[in-house]
Structures are given as C-alpha cells and as structure tokens.
C-alpha cells in the first residue's frame, strides 16, 4: 500500500511556473512507477507525465513537451512536477498515481494509488 499526498497547486497568471510535489508514505518508495494527471471538470482524467523507478525514462503528453518536467527524490519518498510557461488551458485538478511498473502506462485505469489532487488555476 502506499499513500499520496498532492501540494504545491494554486493560481498563477499565464507565462508563469508552479512545482507541484507529491509526498509518499508507505514502501518501498522506489519500485512504484510515479505519473501525474490532470482532470478538467466533467472531463476524463488525461495523463500528463511519468517517470520510472530509477528515472532513466520519462514521458509526456505531447501538450506540455518542453514546458513541464517530471522528476524523484526516492530518498524523500517525493515525485515534482515542474510547470513552465504555463497557459490557462493548464488549469485543471492535478493527481499524482502510482503503480509497481517498470514502465509508464497512460490509462488512468491501470493506476492503484491515487493522491487527492491539487487545483492548479492559469489566468489570462
């Protein structure tokens, strides 16, 4: 089992940057493949990055390649999202999802854990 706590959301005019983190608790931390996603509402939840165990791979949806970047402190049990350049159809409820992967699966389906999402808002 593992528990995810989401933070770091809030409102931010166009242009700007937010980092968003996700604390865990439970273990082992570093067998879990980590994954953001972001719901608009009466919207699907839609994928937005994810990272391996060890962080040798990542990926994107193709929206924000080159704005956002994923990445893991394994030692503090922590995922971030780091958005630049943020545009207000980023504005959304953000999720961090976890499951024991070696790979990054998109389908919000597939994910076991779920944090209780950070509202994200981009003004124009």
């Known amino acids: 089992q593992v528990q995810l706590v989401e933070s770091g959301g809030g409102l931010v005019q166009a242009g700007g940057s937010l980092r968003l983190s996700c604390a865990a608790s439970?273990?082992?931390?570093?067998?879990?493949?980590m994954t953001w996603f972001r719901q608009v509402k009466n919207e699907e939840r839609e994928f937005v990055a994810g990272i391996t165990q060890s962080s040798s791979n990542t990926d994107y949806t193709d929206s924000v390649k080159g704005r956002f970047t994923i990445s893991r402190d394994n030692a503090k049990n922590t995922v971030y999202l780091q958005m630049n350049s943020l545009k207000p159809e980023d504005t959304a409820v953000y999720y961090c999802a976890a499951r024991e992967s070696f790979v990054i699966a998109v389908r919000a389906t597939l994910y076991d854990y779920w944090g209780q999402g950070t509202q994200v808002t981009v003004s124009s």
């Open positions: 439970g273990r082992p931390f570093s067998r879990y493949t």
